[in-house]
């Protein structure tokens, strides 16, 4: 590397490659800006992939760079599996496809601080071992070359990369487990030791940070930091698997801000600015992020965290289950056209039913259909409407659904007073009236889309089972409600050949 | 440099890096949480850099070697296929204003019938 040109060694310069990273956490925070609006957001994640581009590259350009087999071997494969993942996963898959890429990120740090304790593991908590602290430091300074006479790896250094190695873990088993429940691999309800969770919970926490401290204090044991990783990976486990696949959405959102707190730790042991900068920005408007889809949910992140739909919650509404004894009433397609033909007003209330059987583009027939005879047709929108927020939005746009028809919650509650008919197709939790009539019921105090206003409901739906969060819905015990059993796709096409026919 | 200064410094970057995080998210409509979350979580997969910094190391045993190959799969996993993904779930979103102005009208009144 010494007998470079001079174009080369500026190319290779540590001032350069800052220069470069400066350019890339440039381009990511301008990206996320616009990703926050909707009409910047496709430019937006387009900048913050360039700026990564670039931060890669400039990544590749220190001296000390080597192993380039083995750098495009990790990336080959990388690539090979992720464009792929990406470009073919069906929309409604979406949710736990995210859940995937980041416990692979998480996967990625564990791993990273792993081989960082094989490497100077030997040096952690002592002064004396100066020669490989050399290689360690000069990673961020690209002097690898040279032989500084420093003090051993400062503890920060430890310190930090022990963190990232528990945290990432953690995101990566706990991502692993929030991908297995929304893709039903996992039951999506809540699985737990009951009331004895918390305290597992705890001793597994307190036990990953003794096993850390410890290799921080000293202990050059890599038997001590593979125990340290599987302790932190059953702690994954345990605070994701009690958990209810309604509040997984959180969950998601949480272990991606854990990922991007971990990348920044990272970024600090190793001395890379880019790392600490795009860590911490995801660790931070993660942590917002998490915020306001609990927010709008109705739920607190700690109550989430503490067991979610789960424990009294669950059992509950097993027993509320018995209570309704009143009758459901069953109706037809050609019934529900005729219901529909002679309304001056639907609402379709999409829920996650209709993206299971990819229905938007049947529903959308059916709405064209009914606006053809002049009925006045819109859609009601819950913040967490399917299993992510804006979920429904994304389904309802891939089939052409202007824009303008799709009503948020607070402008379409007020407007059920005056609907003749509100279509619920496949949604459940996000309409149940036990959110704003039953203090004991686990979801009370959620908001709801108050379809039970408006004068009849039309419920498509598979069976009776209960939704997501495993309570019953008083809705369908409404004398005013009727029940289409049938899968949202074909039972929406039978409803529009009957329209057909009226 | 002093140590000292490297960690401050460092530190310093962390600090502000987390007001910007704050700041740019503190309001965005609900619709553009998912893409959002997809989009914040290709970009931690900035730990790639991690991954390449360590692979140029000297001295590397077989195994570390083997621990990075993965870590470096992972790392590009996660920024390749995030960014992928969420530019699918915008184009989406990108689609919604071309129907109403050319496709079909029946898509917006339905009242020339």
């Not at chain 1, 067991?307 to 009758?327: D, K, N, R």
């Not at chain 1, 007073?417 to 039953?438: C, E, F, M």
Request: aromatic share 6%.
């Amino acid at each position: 590397m010494s007998s470079l040109p001079l174009a080369s060694s500026f190319l290779q310069s540590e001032s350069f490659i800052y220069v470069l990273y400066i350019v890339a956490f440039s381009m990511f925070i301008q990206g996320l800006r616009g990703l926050a609006g909707p009409t910047t957001a496709v430019r937006g994640n387009r900048i913050a992939a360039v700026g990564m581009a670039i931060a890669v590259i400039a990544t590749l350009l220190y001296p000390s760079e080597g192993n380039w087999g083995l750098i495009a071997l990790g990336m080959a494969i990388g690539t090979a599996v992720g464009v792929p993942a990406a470009r073919n996963v069906k929309m409604t898959a979406m949710p736990q496809m995210v859940a995937l890429f980041n416990g692979v990120g998480g996967g990625a740090v564990a791993l990273i601080s792993w081989v960082e304790f094989r490497h100077h593991g030997s040096t952690y908590g002592s002064k004396t071992h100066e020669a490989s602290y050399a290689i360690v430091h000069e990673l961020g300074t690209g002097l690898a070359h040279v032989t500084v006479t420093q003090p051993a790896l400062p503890t920060y250094v430890a310190i930090f990369s022990v963190f990232a190695a528990i945290i990432g873990s953690v995101s990566f088993w706990g991502s692993n487990i929030a991908f297995g429940k929304l893709q039903e691999i996992i039951p999506g309800r809540p699985i737990s030791f009951g009331s004895a969770q918390q305290a597992v919970n705890l001793v597994l926490l307190v036990l990953a940070v003794a096993a850390g401290v410890d290799l921080i204090a000293g202990a050059n044991s890599e038997l001590l930091f593979i125990g340290m990783l599987i302790l932190a990976a059953l702690l994954g486990n345990a605070v994701v698997l009690p958990i209810g696949g309604a509040d997984m959405p959180v969950v998601i959102s949480m272990l991606n801000a854990f990922t991007g707190l971990s990348a920044a730790a990272t970024g600090i042991a190793l001395n890379n600015p880019a790392l600490i900068v795009a860590g911490m920005i995801v660790g931070a408007s993660g942590s917002i992020l998490t915020n306001l889809m609990a927010t709008a949910m109705n739920r607190s992140i700690p109550a989430i965290v503490a067991g979610g739909f789960g424990g009294g919650g669950a059992v509950e509404g097993a027993s509320g289950a018995g209570e309704h004894e009143g009758t459901v009433r069953s109706t037809s397609a050609a019934d529900a056209a005729i219901q529909l033909a002679y309304a001056n007003r639907v609402v379709v209330v999409p829920g996650y039913g209709m993206a299971v059987a990819q229905a938007q583009h049947a529903v959308r027939e059916l709405t064209k259909e009914l606006e053809k005879r002049g009925v006045e047709v819109s859609y009601a929108i819950h913040p967490v409407a399917g299993r992510m927020p804006g979920h429904m939005n994304v389904l309802l746009a891939e089939a052409d659904v202007p824009y303008d028809q799709l009503k948020e919650m607070d402008d379409a509650n007020p407007e059920f007073q005056r609907t003749d008919v509100s279509l619920v197709i496949g949604a459940n939790d996000v309409t149940n009236p036990a959110a704003k009539n039953t203090p004991s019921s686990p979801i009370y105090g959620m908001p709801i889309l108050e379809v039970s206003d408006s004068r009849s409901v039309i419920v498509i739906k598979r069976s009776m089972n209960p939704g997501f969060a495993g309570i019953e819905n008083e809705l369908y015990f409404d004398p005013k409600t009727s029940m289409l059993f049938g899968d949202a796709k074909s039972a929406v096409s039978e409803i529009t050949a009957e329209l057909a026919q009226i | 440099m002093i140590l000292g200064s490297v960690l401050t410094t460092n530190l310093a970057i962390l600090v502000l890096a987390g007001f910007i995080g704050f700041v740019v998210i503190s309001k965005v409509p609900n619709t553009l949480h998912t893409p959002l979350m997809s989009g914040t979580n290709a970009i931690h997969g900035i730990v790639l850099l991690g991954g390449l910094l360590l692979l140029g190391l000297p001295l590397l045993g077989a195994f570390s070697k083997v621990l990075l190959v993965i870590a470096v799969a992972f790392g590009t996993i996660n920024v390749v296929g995030g960014f992928l993904v969420t530019d699918r779930m915008l184009e989406m979103f990108k689609s919604k204003p071309k129907p109403k102005g050319e496709d079909d009208d029946g898509a917006d009144g339905g009242a020339p019938k």
